[in-house]
Structure formats: C-alpha cells, structure tokens
C-alpha cells in the first residue's frame, strides 16, 4: 500500500514537471507557434494562387491536395482527437490563429471588450454559422473557400486581438468557432492545472505577473474546459500544478452545463453538423430537390435553377462542372436544419424526459430572499446534456475523417477497414455517455429503477442519431 502510494507520488510530481518544463520554455514555444504560423499561411495562401487540380493530381504532385489532405485529412480531425487526451494544448502550444490573435493584441490599441462580446451564445452562432457556410461554398474541396472560411477566421481573430486586450486571446475566448467544441472535449482530458486554495492564500514573496492569455481567473480556477494548458502559470505562488484526474471528474462534479452548451452539443454537434455531413450522400436530398425544380417549372420560375452565384456565397467552379444554382444553396440549408430538428430534436427529448423521471434539480449558488435554493427549469436537462459530449464529439470526429478517407481512397489506399473501426468508436462514445447519464442520474437518485429509466429515455432520443451515421457509413 505505501509502495503504490509513493508511486502515484511520483507519478504526479512527474506531470507537475511537465508543467514547469511548459513553462520554462516559453521561448521555444512560441518559435514553435511561428513555425506552425509559417506552414499554415503558405498551405492557405499558395494553392488558392494555383490553377484547380485536375482528375490526375496527388499528393505527391499537387500542392492544392497537399493542401487540402493537411487540413481536412490530418489537422482538423485529429485536433479534435487531441483535446480530449491532451486538453485544449492545441490551442496554448501550437494553434496559429491563437498565436496571430495574442500577438496583434501585444501590438495593438489594448480595448476594453464590449459587452456584446461577451454574450454567452457565440460559441454555438459562430461553430453553426461556420459549419453552414463550410457546406455552401464546399471548404473540402476548393482552396478559395478554404481561404475564406480559415483565412477569414484568421483576419477577424487578428483585427478582434489588434483591438480588445493586452497580450490577450480575446478571439479565442469570446468569438473563435471551434472554442465552444474544444471547451466541451476538453472536460473529459485527464490532466488539468489544479489550484491549491490554501496554498493560494498563504503569504509568499512577490512574485511576477503571469500573463493568463485566455484571460481565466486563476485563483478560482476549475477544471480543463477554458484553459489552454500553455505551462505559463505553472507553479505560480505554489499553488497550481499539471495534475492527473480521472477524465470523468469535471463532467460528474465540476461542469453544470448552460442553455448554450446543451444547444452547441445537442443542435450544433448532433444536429447541425450530422445535417452538414449526410446531405452531400443523401438520396433524399436529390429527391427533395427534384421535387422543387418540377414545382418551379411547372410554374416557370426559373431564376433559382441559376447558377450564376459568386463562390463566395455558393459553389462556383464552371471550369470542372461543380457550381451550385440557388436551388442547391436552399435545399442544402433545409436538410442541415431538418438534421437539426430531427436528430437534435429527438435527443433533447431524450434528455427532457429523463430530466422528468429524475427528481427536481436545483441551480447551485441561486437562492431566494428566504435562502432556500432555486430551481431553474432546464437545470437538469443541461447537467445531463454533459454527459452526451463523448457521443457528440465522436460524431464530428467520424464526419471530418470521412473526408480523410476519401483522400487515402483517391491515393489508392485501401479502407475495408473504416466501417468496423467507425461503428467500435461510435460504440465506446455511446457507452460512455451512456455511463456518464447512469453516474449524472445518480447524483440526484439512489433508486436503480428511476435512474435506469433515465438512461434509456436518453439512449431512446439517440436512436435518430445512430441511425443518421447507419445511413451515411452503410445504406447510402
């Protein structure tokens, strides 16, 4: 017993020490950051210099593929793989647009952040906006949609940290499309900065500021969800410290969960994005767009069979055959939305009901004038809405390698493998959110019956969803 309790002693002194080398070596890391900077810009800039590819270019040919298999095949989907093992290290060690943003705010006229910026709901706005307009200009596929939706992000990141802040990622903290997403993964990582209150409190020599970029409140710092585990405040005043955690313990303990959270993970991750995925596979989008055009010939309204619209709003590439008419444009807003509500609608329902098998939940910290604890209506539901984020991030993760395998398939990479491989994944994401509900209901009832039941009314609404990806992987 004292033989394990020493090992875990130095097992933790161990990750404390990473913490302290990510300090100590600020230098490298942002020469590091640079150097992403630098490979990121020219795999942005340069193939939308370059003519199209044509049927024949490869990887081991073309720079516009290089381009788009860096991307779409490596980077953004094993970014997303990243967090939840590392924590959002993607965003304090290596992200460019994190590095740009803190480095025009070093430079710029130092702001105060507006209130607008501060609304709780641009999180799920920017990841739905940007994952829509993804789908309408073709960002897989084209590099002038690439430099508008990543270079355009790049730009607001850079004029928005040019004008709020000092040494500050108020871009990333506020506005960045991907942050709500990485906050919510990053609850299941198994390491975290950990503060010592009582340490924190205890008098010790003055010592340097620390420059905290995504502006937390470092004295009541909890969990891993809005840190970006750069190293800068390792061991500052002797009280925080990289620390292993059960991946479980923030979600089941820390994490409330809010009304934007519960729609980012339920309409946005399981709904919006499943809707981006499926349509360009669906047979029902076909069928539902023929069934307009009939409509709209029948009684001679033509102009939205055009597909006179710049690539800028809608895809626009005469020159291989692939442009959008507005008809496309619409339909393709109708089936993300339609996902939405189906697939989405069905798991909040899910959670809803089970929220209603439950006893009532109450809103930590709100009292009334009597000093009772109020209860907030969703409370519940946004509490065991946390426990679908391995299912929803799975999901997202499956969509984006989609593209990854359609790339290794063009270089004449087998994929027989992928099916067995992406319904394991969606299995253990499945299972464990289904064990996060079981632990989250358990909070709130000790009776196994009215916690079974609340389990299988969230497994019931996520039937929508794993029949969704049954369809895309198998049927279509």
């Known amino acids: ?95 460019p647009e994190g590095a740009l943003t803190e480095w025009a705010s070093r430079h710029g006229r130092g702001g105060a952040i507006p209130r607008w910026m501060r609304w709780g709901g ?92 995504p502006l937390l409140p470092l004295r009541n710092m909890q969990g891993a969800a809005e840190c970006h585990m750069c190293g800068r405040c390792s061991d500052y005043r002797g009280a925080i410290a990289l620390s292993p955690r059960s991946p479980e313990a923030e979600i089941i303990h820390v994490a409330e969960g809010s009304g934007w959270q519960t729609m980012l993970i339920v309409f946005g991750l399981m709904g919006i994005a499943v809707g981006a995925f499926l349509w360009s596979a669906s047979p029902w989008f076909v069928t539902i767009k023929q069934t307009i055009a009939t409509w709209l010939v029948n009684h001679d309204v033509y102009w939205p069979l055009a597909d006179n619209a710049p690539w800028f709003i809608l895809t626009h590439y005469p020159e291989v055959n692939d442009s959008f008419s507005w008809l496309d444009g619409v339909v393709i807003l109708m089936f993300i939305f339609g996902a939405a509500v189906v697939v989405g609608g069905a798991v909040f329902c899910g959670l809803w009901l089970a929220d209603r098998v439950l006893p009532a939940a109450q809103r930590p910290g709100v009292r009334d004038a009597a000093g009772l604890l109020l209860r907030s209506p969703l409370a519940g539901v946004h509490k065991l809405a946390q426990g679908l984020i391995p299912a929803a991030g799975v999901g997202v993760f499956l969509g984006l390698s989609a593209t990854t395998l359609t790339l290794l398939q063009h270089e004449g990479v087998p994929t027989g493998w992928a099916n067995p491989l992406r319904f394991t994944l969606l299995t ?31 497994a019931a609404g996520l039937l929508p969803f794993c029949w969704a990806w049954m369809l895309f992987f198998v049927l279509w």
């Open 122 to 213: 641009w999180p799920f706005v920017a990841f739905s906006l940007t994952t829509i307009y993804g789908q309408l200009v073709s960002v897989y596929q084209y590099p002038w949609a690439v430099a508008a939706v990543l270079g355009g992000s790049t730009i607001a990141a850079m004029i928005v940290g040019w004008l709020y802040g000092r040494n500050k990622r108020v871009w990333c903290k506020y506005l960045c499309p991907v942050s709500g997403v990485f906050n919510l993964l990053a609850k299941l990582a198994p390491w975290y900065y950990r503060v010592d209150a009582q340490a924190w409190r205890a008098p010790v020599r003055r010592t340097e500021t620390i420059n905290c970029a």
């Open 428 to 458: 253990l994401a499945l299972a464990w959110s289904l064990r996060f509900e079981w632990r989250l209901a358990g909070l709130r009832t000790v009776q196994p019956l009215r916690r079974a039941a609340a389990v299988l009314a969230v």
């Open 1 to 95: 017993m004292i033989r394990s309790s020493a090992r875990g002693q130095g097992f933790r002194a161990g990750v404390a020490r990473v913490g302290d080398f990510l300090r100590d070596h600020q230098r490298a890391i942002q020469r590091m950051q640079w150097s992403i900077v630098g490979v990121y810009l020219a795999l942005l800039i340069i193939p939308a210099a370059l003519p199209l590819p044509d049927r024949t270019a490869s990887v081991f040919n073309n720079l516009t593929v290089v381009a788009q298999f860096a991307f779409w095949g490596i980077w953004w989907p094993f970014v997303l793989v990243s967090i939840p093992l590392l924590g959002r290290a993607w965003c304090g060690l290596f992200c």
